[in-house]
């Protein structure tokens, strides 16, 4: 289809990429759209001949520096229309990253109702559940009858995020329960909703946090959930779409974080060399500087290496043993954090654990290492000693601080994901060597 549509634009055949594009799903249209290799002109060209009635949701399915280069390119009265058609919580999505002069610009040709949806949702902190909710739901009244809601739901239901859930008010808009759209086609039609509603309603505050808001959805497995304020008045709906989103944006986050990467917001195909350069050097800066402590260990125990300088080749084994246990250790209690399943109240059982999983760890990898020392190495039992000790005592160390730094980062603030992988064996690296050399200076006497 790609090779195709690329064809017809190539010979300026519109009319036939109209025809073509027409019959596909709008999300198909958006992800060719971002596949076509064409100048930014040609591209905002094709988006124009797009029927008006898919044009929007094609728009909204679209990657946001898309959206924006498409956008500044229309004329004022044609994105006037692309953001009326869009749901309130896109389009603030789309305003909050683009100049204030081209976003006061195209929200003069708005209806007043659209700017006021918007610049509602402006207000909020970013990743609070007030920036990513919708203000189009719709709500009831306990009076009225099944009757009149799906009347209701008729009128206003096409323009609505969803319809599967209607949300019950009182005359100060304080959510009093919630109503399916099963249940109303079920209800008789002089049933009021009050009677069929369900009062047991689980809200979201505006200002709960992204994350926060996402786990509460998998906790309840919900489609959508009401948004309420400080005053419980309902203001919005949290649909499980965006819930998906902030999923995946979470994920990314945590995972560039635990690569000790700077996060950033654009894909990698779209991000440049110096934007990759600045988001990934400060922390390799930080972690080479990190890194002299253990250059100056190894400067300290000179004497011993040198006198017994079979030592010198088991280090790289110690540092990456290390690394790497603390590493198993602090993913897995990030991840466990993430998930809502461990709290720093849990933090004497979760390192007693730790201490009992190290220690089956380290005698596993000294006995494995034993054999190997003494067959393969040909190394005195001494030296045999030193190193397995060394690795039963640098495990246990790793996995302790592997599990206890991303739960005190968590417990001050800090995001636990920067206590991952690149910072723990930077650490482990270090305490590691001291405990090989004072565990050789103690036998060996030297």
């Known amino acids: 289809m790609l090779e195709k549509i690329q064809e017809y634009i190539d010979n300026h055949q519109y009319a036939l990429i109209r025809s073509e594009i027409s019959e596909m799903n709008e999300a198909d249209i958006a992800a060719m759209l971002e596949d076509l290799e064409l100048p930014k002109a040609e591209l905002v060209k094709v988006f124009r001949i797009l029927p008006k009635s898919i044009a929007a949701d094609v728009f909204s399915f679209l990657p946001l520096e898309l959206e924006q280069e498409i956008l500044t390119s229309l004329t004022d009265n044609e994105a006037a229309h692309i953001i009326e058609n869009l749901f309130a919580d896109d389009a603030a999505d789309l305003m909050d990253e683009m100049p204030a002069n081209v976003v006061k610009r195209l929200l003069q040709q708005t209806t007043p109702e659209t700017r006021r949806d918007i610049n509602h949702l402006l207000q909020y902190p970013e990743d609070s559940a007030g920036s990513i909710m919708t203000v189009e739901f719709i709500d009831l009244k306990e009076n009225q009858t099944v009757t009149q809601a799906i009347d209701k739901i008729r009128v206003i239901g096409p323009d609505r995020e969803t319809i599967n859930t209607c949300y019950v008010t009182d005359q100060y808009r304080k959510i009093t329960g919630t109503i399916s759209l099963r249940m109303l086609l079920y ?134 043993t290390g690394g790497n246990a603390g590493g198993q250790a602090s993913v897995t209690i990030i991840r466990s954090i993430s998930l809502g399943e461990v709290e720093f109240s849990d933090i004497f059982r979760v390192l007693w654990k730790e201490i009992r999983v190290a220690v089956l760890c380290g005698l596993t990898l000294s006995i494995v290492n034993f054999g190997k020392l003494l067959l393969i190495d040909r190394v005195s039992m001494v030296v045999a000693l030193i190193v397995c000790l060394t690795m039963v005592v640098t495990v246990v160390v790793a996995k302790m601080v592997g599990c206890l730094l991303p739960m005190l980062a968590n417990r001050v603030g800090f995001d636990p994901a920067v206590m991952a992988s690149p910072f723990i064996t930077t650490i482990v690296d270090a305490v590691s060597l001291v405990i090989y050399f004072q565990i050789a200076t103690r036998i060996l006497g030297i």
């Open 187 to 320: 209800g008789k039609p002089d049933d009021k909703i009050g009677d069929l509603m369900e009062e047991n309603v689980i809200t979201i505050n505006t200002l709960m946090d992204q994350e926060e808001v996402a786990r509460t959805f998998q906790k309840y497995d919900f489609d959508a959930m009401p948004v309420v304020d400080s005053e419980n008045r309902l203001v919005g709906i949290i649909t499980v779409d965006d819930v998906m989103d902030i999923i995946e944006q979470e994920a990314t986050e945590d995972i560039e974080k635990m690569a000790a990467i700077t996060p950033t917001d654009k894909p990698y195909s779209k991000t440049t060399v110096f934007e990759t350069w600045k988001k990934r050097i400060p922390w390799l800066l930080f972690l080479m500087i990190s890194a002299t402590f253990t250059s100056n260990i190894i400067l300290r125990y000179e004497t011993a290496l040198a006198t017994y300088s079979v030592l010198n080749a088991y280090i790289p084994m110690f540092m990456d």
